[in-house]
């Protein structure tokens, strides 16, 4: 049997019970409507757990009566290619999922350009000339991207690094210490009402900007979902700690703070989350291999999976 084919069953479990809209919590959204978010990046074909995924956005946006914008994140310009773009949109389509509106990373670059201008003018973002190698030589500490950047240029005289960056390659990082001086402490909620005190020390001063992409992914998010008016953020638990550094630009930003929910993944026999990279199982072979979007939207639903493929906390 195929690993389209092989489905296995396993028991339905809601998250959060009988809980409705009116039970999750609610943010102030500039346009006073409810929103969220589904984001992939085009660096590859959608696979198994992208559906699900962008089923639980769905969800969320049907109990919520939220409207749904789809984020193409492509400023990775080395690793996104048109041609995958448009394949996802058409898997999205045949998977029956509906989109609001179209937001693309990549024609937004001066925004995320005129937002790190912003933080550095405000002392709270300044120019890194260390390279990956030299990072990870000198860092002390490892965190969850890993190692935690040890604040070499931290102190750089600014005029004196203006003037180096004439000659030499750098990035912007976030003065995490500055940033937390600044806001004082945080915490962020998700949907089941639970609040959560944000650590930003756990990632320090992340990159907004490296020397090869004009923002980085914490900081484009961050700013497209304050931009798009995203009020309630659906995404995987592989992104729960970056929400401990989000809220802290959100607050140096003086943006609106949504409600978070981090959903399950899907990991495969080795306990590795699905990617690409790893060559999971796409939705371009489920449709090769003949099955249809309303058989795979009922099995993700009901947590039947192909053979070797279950829930993370299963």
């Not at 962008?54 to 400023?75: H, S």
Request: proline share 5%; hydrophobic share 40%.
């Amino acid at each position: 049997m195929n690993r389209v084919a092989a489905f296995r069953s396993t028991p339905y479990v809601t998250k959060y019970g009988d809980k409705t809209a009116h039970d999750i919590p609610q943010v102030e959204s500039r346009a006073m409507t409810m929103r969220t978010r589904f984001a992939p990046s085009p660096t590859g074909h959608l696979h198994i757990g992208h559906a699900y995924a962008a089923l639980a956005v769905e969800a969320e946006a049907k109990r919520l009566g939220a409207r749904v914008t789809l984020r193409i994140e492509d400023i990775d310009a080395t690793r996104c290619k048109p041609e995958f773009t448009e394949a996802m949109l058409d898997d999205l389509r045949w998977l029956g999922f509906h989109w609001d509106n179209l937001v693309v990373q990549s024609d937004r670059l001066d925004r995320y350009a005129e937002v790190i201008a912003q933080l550095a003018a405000e002392g709270l973002a300044y120019r890194c000339f260390c390279t990956r190698k030299e990072v990870q030589a000198a860092a002390t500490k490892m965190g969850p991207e890993g190692p935690i950047y040890p604040g070499t240029c931290r102190d750089l005289d600014p005029e004196k690094a203006t003037a180096r960056a004439e000659t030499e390659p750098f990035g912007w990082r976030l003065n995490h210490h500055a940033a937390m001086d600044r806001v004082g402490p945080l915490t962020w909620r998700d949907f089941s009402g639970a609040e959560y005190q944000a650590q930003p020390e756990l990632l320090g001063d992340i990159l907004l900007a490296s020397r090869d992409r004009p923002a980085s992914y914490h900081l484009a998010v961050v700013v497209d979902d304050a931009d798009g008016h995203i009020s309630h953020i659906v995404r995987g638990q592989d992104l729960w700690l970056a929400t401990h550094v989000h809220r802290l630009l959100q607050a140096a930003l003086d943006l609106p703070e949504p409600v978070y929910h981090h959903h399950v993944l899907l990991i495969d026999e080795t306990g590795r989350k699905l990617s690409k990279s790893h060559g999971s199982l796409t939705l371009q072979a489920l449709r090769q291999g003949g099955m249809s979007a309303e058989q795979l939207r009922d099995d993700l639903t009901n947590h039947r999976f192909p053979a070797g493929i279950r829930l993370q906390s299963a």
